[in-house]
C-alpha cells in the first residue's frame, strides 16, 4: 500500500488567500484525522471523521477552517482566509476500526504551510 | 495545558551513552503510544502499552508503562546516530476515539 498521501508538500501564500490542502488515507481504513503541528503547540488534533462523516471537530480553531470527506479515499482541509499564525505541518493520518482507541495511526508526510 | 507532559523537551548527548525519556500525566490512560518523528516525515509508531508495569522491549529501547498508568518512560541503550528524532506519547482520550500526543522530546545523537 503506498499509505497516507498528502498534498502539497510544500505550500507558501500570502495572508488572506485560501488554502487548500488534501488527503487520501490508505484503502479500508475507517478514521481519518487532521493535525497542526507547531513547536509551541505540538501535535493537535484539528479533527476527525469516521466513515467520512465528522465526528469531533473541536479542534478547529475557528471559523476559517473547515474539513470535508467527500468519500472514503480523500479529504481536504481548507483555510479561508489563512493568516500568518496558521503556519504550520499538516498532518492527515488514518487507522482502520477494530482495535480501538489503542490502534496505530499512520501518518502522511505532512503539508507544510508558510503564510506571509 | 498538556494532558500529557514530556521530558526533557530537548536531548542531545554522545553516541554510546544511555538515556531515559518521559511522559506523564495527573490522568489515566487506558494504554500509551510512543512514536518517532524523522525531519519532514510524519509520526511511526513504535510501541503500544496496554498493561501497568509493562515493559515492552524493542531492540535497544525499553518502554514501560506506570502501575498507576499515568506515565511512561522510554530507555535508549548505547544511543546512536540513527536514534535521532522527535520521540512522541500519546493516548487515548477516554471514551473517545481520538490520540492526544505530548509536546514531544527532541533527541540529538552526536557521532
Known amino acids: 500500500d503506498a499509505g497516507v498521501i498528502q498534498s502539497p508538500r510544500h505550500e507558501v501564500t500570502e495572508m488572506g488567500q485560501e488554502v487548500t490542502l488534501r488527503c487520501k488515507p490508505i484503502s479500508g481504513h475507517d478514521y481519518l484525522f487532521w493535525y497542526r503541528q507547531t513547536m509551541m503547540r505540538g501535535l493537535e488534533l484539528l479533527i476527525y471523521f469516521n466513515n467520512n462523516v465528522p465526528i469531533d471537530d473541536s479542534g478547529m480553531p475557528e471559523d476559517r477552517f473547515s474539513a470535508k470527506m467527500p468519500n472514503a479515499s480523500f479529504s481536504t482541509l481548507k483555510i479561508q482566509p489563512s493568516e500568518p499564525r496558521d503556519s504550520a505541518v499538516y498532518f492527515c493520518?488514518?487507522?482502520?476500526?477494530?482495535?480501538?482507541?489503542?490502534?496505530?495511526?499512520?501518518f502522511g508526510e505532512g503539508s507544510r504551510l508558510t503564510v506571509l | 495545558t498538556q494532558l500529557l507532559e514530556q521530558s526533557p523537551q530537548f536531548l542531545s548527548i554522545q553516541e554510546g551513552e544511555n538515556l531515559t525519556v518521559y511522559c506523564n500525566s495527573s490522568?489515566?490512560?487506558?494504554?500509551l503510544q510512543w512514536y518517532r518523528q524523522e525531519p519532514g516525515e510524519g509520526p511511526v509508531l513504535l510501541v503500544t502499552v496496554v498493561t501497568g508495569g509493562e515493559v515492552k522491549k524493542l531492540k535497544r529501547l525499553t518502554f514501560q508503562f506506570g502501575d498507576a498508568r499515568k506515565d511512561s518512560s522510554l530507555h535508549i541503550t548505547a544511543a546512536q546516530p540513527g536514534d535521532t528524532g522527535l520521540y512522541l506519547c500519546?493516548?487515548?482520550?477516554?471514551?473517545?476515539?481520538?490520540?492526544?500526543f505530548g509536546q514531544g522530546t527532541r533527541l540529538t545523537i552526536n557521532p
Open positions: 493520518a488514518s487507522r482502520p476500526s477494530g482495535r480501538v482507541p489503542t490502534g496505530e495511526l499512520f
Open positions: 500519546a493516548g487515548p482520550i477516554q471514551g473517545a476515539q481520538k490520540l492526544v
Open positions: 490522568s489515566v490512560f487506558s494504554s
